[in-house]
């Protein structure tokens, strides 16, 4: 693993302990602080703010889409079974940061439930970013090499954004009802002569009556 890969990983894991109220401090590296007076100032003492946070993911995520994009490239072309082995530790190992990162992510949404333009920032760097380098990491690693954890599905706000492999997502179909055979039409029997007659008609009975 590169020293590269392995800083972003770190930071993955830093963004994955955010909990809901909790902010990013990216004014020196990448820190988790809870919104206090103290920490507000010392913020803004370093111009550090929500918009740069923004900035940070973005350049976080996608210098972990390139890097994820090399890894992958190695395992297509390589040979010897022990750098494939290597190439395979890594994606797992990013694959499975890069989910657990998700989950700071949502706190991070809640945390600025009150500013819309940062939540759909959060919601891009997610679409236009994660979900797509998650999906190439997992079609790359072999099926039987895959955990428990990157089988199941990913929520963010209370809504599935990857179906993982396990998930099940059955086609509803509708059934047509069954067939059932015409009812026979039971004509009304000549009370006078006790035979049949046609088109509910009898002989001997006026259907007219006053």
């Given amino acids: 693993m590169t020293e590269v890969m392995h800083d972003l990983l ?13 902010k990013l401090d990216t004014s020196n590296g990448l820190n ?35 890097s ?5 490239t190695e395992l297509k072309i390589a040979v010897d079974e022990t750098k494939k082995a290597k190439a395979i530790y890594v994606l797992i190992n ?27 920032a959060l919601e891009g760097i997610l679409r236009d970013y994660v979900i797509v380098t ?25 809504v599935v954004v990857y179906n993982g492999k396990d998930s099940i997502s059955p086609v509803l179909k509708y059934a047509e009802p069954p067939k059932r055979a015409p009812t026979p039409i039971k004509l009304e029997e000549d009370i006078t002569h006790g035979t049949g007659a046609s088109n509910g008609l009898s002989h001997g009975k006026d259907l007219d009556r006053e």
């Fill in 94 to 120: 990013t694959a499975t940061e890069l989910k657990t990162s998700i989950k700071g992510l949502d706190n991070l949404a809640k945390t600025y439930s009150n500013f819309p333009t940062t939540l759909a």
């Fill in 68 to 72: 994820a994009e090399t890894v992958i």
């Fill in 10 to 22: 770190n930071k993955l894991r830093v963004i994955g302990k955010v909990r809901e109220g909790q």
């Fill in 32 to 66: 988790v602080y809870t919104d206090t007076w103290a920490n507000w100032i010392f913020r803004k003492w370093n111009r550090d703010n929500k918009d740069e946070g923004i900035r940070f993911l973005q350049d976080l995520y996608r210098s972990l889409q390139q």
């Fill in 134 to 158: 998650y999906t190439a990491l997992l079609d790359a690693i072999p099926e039987d090499r895959l955990t428990k954890s990157l089988r199941e599905s990913i929520t963010y706000g209370n």
